[in-house]
């Protein structure tokens, strides 16, 4: 059976969800091999063996940290040589999508970006891109070359597929612009204690209709009650009420959760790119012509420093 | 001597316009007004910042794109470039990213460059590679995705706002740049400015000036194909109340029944 090269986000051994998601997705071209980066790299043998990594390739040198994006390139190229698999696969992060860009090139690939499916077909592998915004489905093929393509998260289930997961050693040599862009600080993002946004089941988001920062703490109630994310629009982001690494829409990042719950969101195409593939949308908002009402499973047309504390109550209670 | 700043535009069709695809299954540019990606504009202001900060620097706006596209450096002019490269070829209908990065890093060697300066993702496409690929392509380094950008010395310094940490990146020139929306403002363009831009000069390149195979590029050329583009059914009307003061509680209700409390 022909193998499928997994590239796994991880942070020191601990395998990000999306990685697990794309897995499951490999499994349907291939026998899955993952190639995992950098500190911590076999630590995350287990889990990948757990759903269906047939064999994880390690490296742990210094440079993966040091220098920006080409070493890990390098490294997923030498994996790719070693390997020659029918596909290659990485999760669309930031990160993840320049490292799948430069091995395209080098190899002579097409590239697709951001599917959020992935099926085999007869040509190859075949992705489902929504495009303008949630507003098309696409469905593309790579024509040239050896499939590379970054999927999106929350694009497939998680499921256990127990295989062998042998570890083995990635040999590397590094290319003269590995060490090009110097890492020289770097600070990690402090931890919410909440689930990651792009992970999670149910995101909970803010706008301007929330008016000012420490108003943000009604949104925070209300998701830590549902076990939820925080999010927030452009505009509460840019009044400083909310971190940047919350914002949701096309500049921000891009959620598709079971549930999305929008308060003092008006629904501005921008906002929409990132949320309008969720399979609930709940909004509550105090002008009844807000354009995320055209979106909504369910909306309250109300003030919302009214509607959320009670819902947020509603919910605890029902919680007993 | 002179800081040499190419800066990458596309031309887009209006995101809040009613986006579609023609039957070939390339962007429709007929229906809906184009204009620069919002995104570059960013890219152009923190050119023309560090323009200002060298003690000598030109700035070269260029795209890739249609006729109209004309529009997009006329505005990037406006602003405040020097000058702009405009490639242009029948040929490029339907080009893909490995299509497009070719023809811009040969339009970018051809003007020469110091510092090579795009936005973090155009807002039709969005794939936000683009960058990464020119690096890979012109073989200089890329300092990619920055919230801050400074240029001193022939180092260029940002920081890059990641997942997982913020980092502080730094390279030498000549080297690959792209801009977030967080990295300042863009500036309009002042009345002065929009009647500068008419005489600043605008070149127009084909194909054949760089030295591309029309093979090489345009949807016969593309190494990616799509074979479906389908409108996304409209969501199906939702329930909405007005709250009386029970609206927490009804949605509380509504939640429930979905199993999400
Ligand atoms: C290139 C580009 C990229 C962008 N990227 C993003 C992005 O990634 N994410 C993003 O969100 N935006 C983005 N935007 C901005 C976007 O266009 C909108 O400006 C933004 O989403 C508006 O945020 P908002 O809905 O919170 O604010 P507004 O549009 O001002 O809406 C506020 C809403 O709150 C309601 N409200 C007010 N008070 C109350 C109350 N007490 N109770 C209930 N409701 C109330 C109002 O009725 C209104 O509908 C981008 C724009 C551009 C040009
Ligand atoms: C909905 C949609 C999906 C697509 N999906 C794919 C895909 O999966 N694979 C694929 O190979 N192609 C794809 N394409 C084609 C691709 O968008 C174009 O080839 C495009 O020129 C490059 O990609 P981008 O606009 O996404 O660039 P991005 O990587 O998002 O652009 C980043 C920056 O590069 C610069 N830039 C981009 N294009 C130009 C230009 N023409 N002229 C000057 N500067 C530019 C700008 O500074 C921009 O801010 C897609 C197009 C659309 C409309």
Same mark, same amino acid.
């Given at each position: 059976m022909a193998e499928v090269l997994v590239y796994v986000d991880h942070v020191d051994g601990a395998v990000r969800k999306p990685t697990l998601e794309l897995l499951t997705l490999a499994r349907r071209l291939g026998e899955p091999v993952a190639v995992a980066l950098g500190n911590g790299a076999a630590d995350?043998?287990?889990?990948?063996?757990?759903?269906?990594?047939?064999?994880?390739?390690?490296?742990?040198?210094?440079?993966?940290?040091?220098?920006?994006?080409?070493?890990?390139?390098?490294?997923?190229?030498?994996?790719?040589?070693?390997?020659?698999?029918?596909?290659?696969l990485v999760p669309s992060s930031a990160e993840g999508k320049e490292i799948a860009a430069r091995l395209a090139v080098r190899i002579k690939s097409g590239i697709i970006t951001d599917a959020v499916d992935l099926e085999a077909g007869a040509e190859g592998p075949v992705a489902t891109q929504s495009a303008f915004a949630a507003s098309y489905t696409t469905k593309s093929r790579i024509t040239q070359g050896t499939p590379v393509i970054t999927v999106k998260p929350n694009s497939a289930a998680v499921e256990a597929a127990p295989a062998a997961g042998a570890v083995e050693a990635l040999a590397v040599s590094f290319s003269d612009a590995a060490t090009g862009t110097k890492v020289t600080a770097r600070t990690p993002r402090e931890s919410t204690g909440r689930p990651e946004l792009t992970e999670a089941a149910i995101v909970v988001s803010g706008g301007r209709g929330v008016n000012g920062a420490e108003n943000f703490a009604i949104i925070e109630a209300l998701a830590d009650s549902l076990g939820a994310a925080v999010g927030a629009s452009r505009a509460a982001v840019d009044a400083g009420w909310y971190p940047h690494s919350n914002q949701v829409g096309q500049t921000g990042k891009s959620v598709s959760p079971q549930l999305y719950i929008a308060s003092g969101i008006s629904g501005a195409i921008q906002h929409r790119a990132g949320m309008q593939t969720s399979k609930t949308i709940v909004a509550i908002n105090k002008d009844a012509e807000a354009p995320i009402f055209d979106l909504v499973d369910y909306g309250v047309v109300g003030d919302l420093f009214e509607v959320v504390p009670q819902l947020t109550e509603e919910v605890n209670t029902r919680k007993g | 001597m002179s800081l040499r700043i190419v800066v990458c535009v596309k031309y887009v069709p209006d995101a809040t316009g009613d986006r579609h695809f023609t039957d070939d299954l390339t962007v429709d540019r007929d229906d809906v007004d184009g204009l620069l990606s919002e995104l570059d504009e960013y890219a152009v202001e923190q050119a023309l910042q560090i323009a200002d900060e060298a003690d000598d620097a030109e700035i070269t706006v260029l795209t890739v794109g249609p006729e109209?596209?004309?529009? /997009?450096?006329?505005?990037?002019?406006?602003?405040? /470039?020097?000058?702009a490269v405009h490639v242009e070829d029948d040929d490029l209908h339907g080009t893909d990213v490995m299509g497009t990065s070719l023809v811009l890093a040969k339009a970018i060697e051809k003007t020469g460059y110091d510092l090579v300066i795009a936005g973090m993702a155009s807002t039709d496409g969005t794939m936000g590679v683009l960058p990464a690929i020119l690096a890979e392509r012109l073989g200089v380094p890329q300092v990619t995705l920055l919230s801050e950008v400074s240029v001193e010395d022939g180092t260029v310094k940002g920081r890059r706002d990641g997942d997982t940490a913020s980092e502080q990146l730094e390279a030498s020139l000549p080297a690959v740049v792209s801009v977030t929306d967080q990295s300042g403002e863009a500036r309009y363009p002042s009345f002065k400015g929009i009647m500068a831009a008419k005489k600043k000069p605008v070149e127009s390149l084909d194909l054949d000036d760089l030295d591309i195979e029309a093979e090489e590029v345009g949807l016969e050329g593309a190494w990616t194909k799509v074979d479906e583009a389908a409108e996304r059914p409209a969501r199906t009307a939702g329930t909405i109340v007005k709250d009386e003061g029970e609206g927490g509680k009804q949605l509380a209700a509504f939640l429930a029944e979905r199993k999400f409390v």
């Open positions: 995350t043998a287990a889990a990948l063996a757990e759903h269906g990594a047939v064999k994880v390739l390690t490296n742990d040198a210094a440079e993966f940290a040091d220098y920006l994006v080409v070493p890990k390139v390098d490294a997923l190229q030498a994996a790719y040589e070693a390997v020659q698999p029918a596909a290659v | 109209d596209a004309k529009d /997009a450096l006329r505005k990037a002019l406006s602003m405040g /470039a020097d000058k």
